[in-house]
């Protein structure tokens, strides 16, 4: 019994906030209402059959991450995507990681706009430091503050977990863009 305790606790928080995130392999970094960032390895099990990163699964970061972001600035109202437009620029390969940053655009009384970039990690050798190249930048518009069903009145839960952990140890902002 203690061990599953101790299982449950060293979950990450991608799996418990987003499963099919975390199916892809993508790990939450940091939360709050009006930033998140993230990373995926990418691997066989999120690239199209020409080895590359799947054009789906940027989509679904993008809406993952955009919809978490509009829950949280919302005041954990009920949120849905109802628009996603993406440009894909470059690739990222299997082996590559890819960072992804979501920042709201426009925080509406019913509606939020969202932009999502995902970027490939770059090392050159002589420089440990690492950069990266932009592979993909999307907009995600959502209705907001609709009502949350008394059926699901705890589907935030776990969000609103993470988010006052992260209010805990705040990190000083970054530009939007």
């Known amino acids: 019994m203690?061990?599953?305790?101790?299982?449950a606790t060293a979950k990450p928080k991608?799996?418990?906030l987003d499963?099919?995130?975390?199916?892809?392999?993508?790990e939450l970094e940091s939360l709050s209402p009006s930033l998140l960032t993230?990373?995926?390895?990418?691997?066989?099990r999120c690239c199209q059959p020409f080895k590359v990163l799947h054009g789906g699964v940027s989509a679904l970061v993008s809406e993952a991450m955009a919809?978490?972001?509009?829950?949280m600035a919302s005041g954990y109202s009920r949120v849905a995507g109802v628009h996603l437009a993406i440009n894909h620029f470059r690739s990222a390969a299997v082996g590559d990681v890819v960072v992804a940053r979501a920042v709201p655009v426009h925080l509406g009384r019913s509606t939020q706009v969202w932009e999502v970039k995902l970027w490939k990690l770059l090392v050159e050798p002589p420089e440990p430091e690492k950069k990266k190249v932009l592979i993909a930048e999307s907009r995600v518009t959502l209705l907001c503050n609709l009502p949350v069903p008394e059926s699901l009145r705890h589907a935030g839960d776990a969000l609103k977990k993470y988010a006052a952990a992260a209010d805990a140890n705040p990190v000083a902002p970054i530009s939007k863009l």
């Open 14 to 16: 991608t799996a418990e």
């Open 67 to 71: 919809s978490m972001g509009a829950h």
């Open 38 to 44: 993230g990373r995926l390895p990418v691997t066989s």
């Open 2 to 7: 203690a061990d599953e305790t101790a299982a």
């Open 19 to 26: 499963p099919v995130l975390h199916a892809m392999g993508f």
